[in-house]
């Protein structure tokens, strides 16, 4: 059974970075593509980027100049940091397993709500 | 605005059976790219419905089902139940922004 959890800090200050970790609990790390995506409150989803096992990696052109996504296979675990974050950014960010490069999400993350307030 | 368009809401009797759709472009759903469908129940994670455009993961009742026209893309949910009441996303690929789009969402309310 696969299951992924994820933490990280959940209130911020404009201008820090969002950092968030996801860990894969059960089946295969290198056959697939490990997502972040968001959603706004009260608002629908947003694809932030991807990596697969060895690093290669796919951001939303929206975001790519702050965001930065990694694995850790030693760990079974990929990580977002958003850099200069602002109220824009407040969301419930959410850790998924792609089927594929650019592919449909099967698994989810709990979600981590993480808010930017001054 | 959403790449892909999906009516705000929709909304049926119990037993009913309602469609939602997802109105693409040629650079995403014109240009043959799939389509999934995930199913949100508020306070919680999607949920995998559909996946390249028809395919239902283990579990999910033949209730659903999807199809593809042109350059958009349609939910079907027959048989139409309480529990069904949730949020419904579309998703596919846009070579024009080079990344994952979605839809903005339709509200299911089961009357």
């Known amino acids: 059974q696969v299951q992924l959890q994820q933490w990280g800090a959940g209130l911020l200050k404009p201008s820090e970075t969002l950092s968030l970790t996801c860990a894969v609990y059960?089946?295969?790390?290198?056959?697939?593509?490990w997502s972040w995506i968001r959603q706004p409150p009260g608002k629908g989803l947003e694809w932030i980027g991807e990596?697969?096992?060895?690093?290669?990696?796919n951001y939303n052109p929206s975001l790519n100049s702050r965001v930065t996504i990694s694995v850790d296979t030693s760990k079974n675990q990929l990580s977002l940091k958003v850099t200069s974050v602002t109220a824009a950014d407040t969301a419930v960010y959410y850790c998924?397993?792609?089927?594929?490069?650019?592919?449909?999400?099967?698994?989810w993350g709990q979600g981590t709500p993480v808010t930017v307030s001054s | 605005q959403s790449v892909l368009t999906q009516p705000p809401s929709v909304s049926g009797a119990p037993g009913q059976r309602v469609t939602i759709s997802c109105t693409g472009t040629?650079?995403?759903?014109?240009?043959?790219?799939?389509v999934h469908w995930y199913q949100q129940v508020p306070g919680t994670a999607p949920k995998l419905l559909i996946s390249?455009?028809?395919n239902r993961p283990s579990g999910v009742p033949d209730r659903f089902s999807g199809s593809k026209s042109g350059t958009s893309a349609s939910l079907a949910i027959s048989g139409l139940q309480a529990e069904d009441e949730a949020d419904y996303y579309c998703q596919s690929f846009d070579s024009s922004l080079s990344g994952v789009v979605f839809g903005g969402g339709t509200k299911l309310t089961v009357l």
């Open positions: 390249d455009y028809t």
């Open positions: 998924a397993r792609g089927a594929r490069r650019f592919g449909y999400a099967d698994y």
């Open positions: 040629s650079f995403n759903i014109g240009a043959g790219y799939d």
């Open positions: 990596s697969n096992h060895s690093g290669s990696t």
């Open positions: 059960g089946g295969s790390f290198s056959d697939f593509y």
